[in-house]
């Protein structure tokens, strides 16, 4: 049996997008065991995923004494690999390269002064390659050894049954009525640069609930429950918008979006989990962005608008501040996109 180890630390949706390394080993390697090193906050996500044999996960504890990570490193890596993938190529990360001198592929990103523990490293690929491309390239060396590898860039995740149905039982009793329409909506972000005005965002629910006579869900996390609070009070309270689901985990997050019927509004990492889920989604991605770093090719269920949709001329755009090129991307639009997704996609 082929050993894999994956590191990949940061935030939840970067560890999204990058388990499309998991996914693509265990195609290749379809009786490999494959561990997912990750942070504590986003592990519960990964695991009974086919494509995921272990999620390890490193505590806040372990990340702030660095005695206690480096055991737990040395711990996770006697097991032997085989190959290890170090996808952050951080310091930090590299100790687990450090441990497993014996796995035949130790591969990370090359970095100046930093992989001296790699057997292979991976210069960065242009911007030609979206995100999941770009991680997919670490695999070359292995397919360069003779492996025939799989560089299947869809990525994906599932969410168990009983824990969709939980969701739904609670959605139900929140006034939930799965004989319309629920669409989620991301209304904030932990990043305030992404966070598309709040007054136009307003004028894309109405037109949404207006066409649709839909229901729409504001989740968020504990520090964002205020600002959904006083969103749907901006919005009249309005019945049909629902602030009364909790979700407690971003693993219970995955069930609520699984019993959507749609994801739309602000770009981050619920969007890449509404995409893991495969639940058709249209977001705003902020002027500093590139959609298509972060969007996969050809999948048409999941699209967005940025400011370099509008076609602004260069002269124009080089006077204009970011506030500014945000509010160009007007409601109207945004909800012809959200139209467009629900009628191909979505509409019952």
Request: hydrophobic share 35%; aromatic share 12%; glycine share 4%.
């Amino acid at each position: 049996m082929t050993k894999i180890l994956v590191v990949r630390f940061k935030q939840i949706g970067d560890a999204i997008l990058s388990s499309v390394i998991c996914s693509a080993l265990k195609e290749t390697y379809p009786d490999s065991q494959i561990d997912f090193v990750l942070y504590d906050y986003a592990a519960p996500l990964f695991e009974n995923q086919p494509h995921i044999d272990n999620v390890i996960s490193i505590s806040k504890e372990e990340r702030k004494n660095i005695f206690k990570y480096i055991k737990k490193a040395w711990d996770v890596t006697r097991t032997k690999y085989d190959i290890v993938i170090d996808i952050m190529s951080t310091p930090k990360s590299e100790v687990f390269t450090l441990f497993s001198r014996g796995a035949k592929f130790r591969i990370g990103r090359e970095k100046k002064h930093r992989g001296y523990t790699y057997t292979h490293s991976i210069p960065e690929p242009s911007d030609e390659f979206d995100k999941r491309e770009k991680f997919l390239e670490m695999l070359r060396p292995l397919e360069k050894s003779g492996v025939k590898i799989s560089f299947n860039s869809n990525y994906y995740l599932k969410i168990e049954n009983r824990e969709k149905e939980e969701l739904r039982d609670r959605m139900e009793r929140a006034g939930v009525d799965f004989k319309k329409m629920v669409f989620a909506f991301a209304i904030n972000s932990r990043r305030p640069e992404k966070v598309y005005p709040v007054d136009l965002m307003e004028e894309v629910i109405k037109m949404t609930l207006n066409k649709y006579n839909c229901q729409i869900i504001f989740y968020y996390s504990p520090e964002e429950e205020a600002f959904a609070k006083d969103f749907h009070k901006r919005m009249g309270e309005d019945s049909r918008i629902f602030t009364n689901i909790k979700t407690k985990s971003i693993r219970e997050l995955g069930a609520l979006l699984s019993n959507c019927d749609g994801f739309f509004g602000n770009e981050g990492g619920p969007r890449h989990l509404a995409e893991a889920l495969d639940i058709p989604s249209f977001t705003i991605f902020n002027p500093g962005s590139n959609k298509h770093q972060w969007l996969t090719k050809n999948r048409d269920r999941h699209r967005a608008i940025e400011f370099n949709d509008l076609g602004i001329e260069k002269s124009k755009e080089e006077t204009m501040t970011f506030e500014e090129k945000y509010r160009a991307i007007t409601p109207d639009k945004v909800f012809k996109g959200i139209e467009e997704t629900i009628e191909k996609y979505v509409k019952k």
